[in-house]
């Protein structure tokens, strides 16, 4: 059983009226217009989803990816023309017309995503493949901080999400857990405060009614790295060191339940919400993390259609917050449905793309009308729309056809031996044999062309000569089919899928001269 871890008024100014025969340069509008003339057009509205993605499908600006690998935006650049992916690590090994990697790479010291961005953001192979595609590119990411904001504007590149200030502050599992409890949207019981000592924790939680069986939360952390489980001395002496010194933690009565992940974008219409998945949470054959994801699970009862309608209305109430709050775009929640309970609860909001964004963006229903993620860009396209929010949202509610079921996989290495890999799986569509081995079947960029639940894509991170350690990521798998059962254990096709996976790795023990480079890849 896998349990809990973790507008503004708008002015325009008047100008003057022109003197009689003269002649207005209106360069702010880009048209000329003479005195006698007719008033130039307005600009075009897009009215209609239609309309959206043909305006995408014939688009002109250079759009970027920049991130360490392609994961989170995969499949993106079918929908949009000049659509690329800036990244580190080259998962496709040269074969993906749309994804760029500079030649030199031989970093060592990444400190996490955002640190690989703003490299790339400083490469000048990199900054001339973004000179040659001309002005006016737009850049997306995962993370970025305020150097990403000011070597991207170096660059020429106008960042496509809010500030990073404001991402950083509603990141906050603090801040969002007092403005989800304002909205309405129930967090797990718990109580948000300081704690020193377990002592300090003890009396915090037993003040509050929450019990000795805890869940701590730090108010930043990905992928669980802020989730810690607490039920004596002996567990809080092994997280003491990442707690004492937070100012304030959230600490939360530890319940049995799964995890609903659900994405939406805030826009100026309105917020429309994805479809509905379950977390694969701390499995061991995937992770050595108790309290890490480690993959999904998509399909069309993923909650009974009361539940259904509550959860997208916890999120339409998060998508209001945000809005308020100045932000807009693209965000993620995870929700926590009690088993026991029946409840759902607020788990956590990310502002930002996250690890279940491929799934969102590449499922079914998203392509019947279009990916939610092209709903985060059209608020930054400079382009007028009208779109029936209500609507899309109707028809995602609805969800997929009783046989559509997609998960992912997220793989890293559980064992803590220390070794550098000789060979490691190559990015494509591989096929499952009634053996339980796998093997190659054909390249592939995405999913899209899966015929089965014999056959899944896998993204590779780790390549050979990367260190083979406790916790480095190896892949990501994405197929057909269920892959945790109901009583929330990994599948026997899931566990055939790793094991014979895994079996298409090898290493060698570390040398002390033996270059590293650590392979990153969006968790959350």
Known sequence: MRIHRRRADRTVPTAAAPAPGSRLDDTAAGAIVTAG???PKPPRVLNG???VRAFFHNNKLPLYFISPT?????GIDRWVRNFFYLTYFDSFEGAHSRV???RRRDRRDFDGMGDVCN??????ETLEFIARRGPGGKACFVMLDGETQALARQAGLEVIHPPAELRHRLGSKIVMTRLANEAGVPSVPHVIGRSGSYEELSTLAHDAGLGDDLVIEAAYGNAGSATFFVRGERDWDQCAADLVEQPEIKV??????VEVCIEGTVTRHGTVIGPAMTSLVGYPELTPSKGAWCGNDVWREVLPPAQTRAAREMVRKLGDVLSREGYRGYFEVDLLHDL????LYLGEVNPRLSGASPMTNLTTEAYADMP???FHLLEYMDVEYELDIEEINTRWERGYGEDEVWGQLIMSETSPELELFTSTPRTGVWRLHHDGSVSFARQGNDWATLLDESEAFYMRVAAPGDLRCEGAQLGVLVTRGHLQTDDYQLTERCQRWVKGLKAHFASTPLTPAAPIVSRLVARA
């Open 70 to 74: 392609p994961f989170n935006l995969l």
């Open 372 to 374: 939610l993620f092209l």
């Open 340 to 343: 026991d309970a029946n409840e």
């Open 252 to 257: 939360m009565k530890r319940i049995r339940n």
């Open 37 to 39: 003339n007719p008033e």
């Open 49 to 51: 989803l239609s309309d």
């Open 119 to 124: 490299h790339l953001l400083r490469d000048p």
């Open 100 to 102: 760029f990697v500079p």
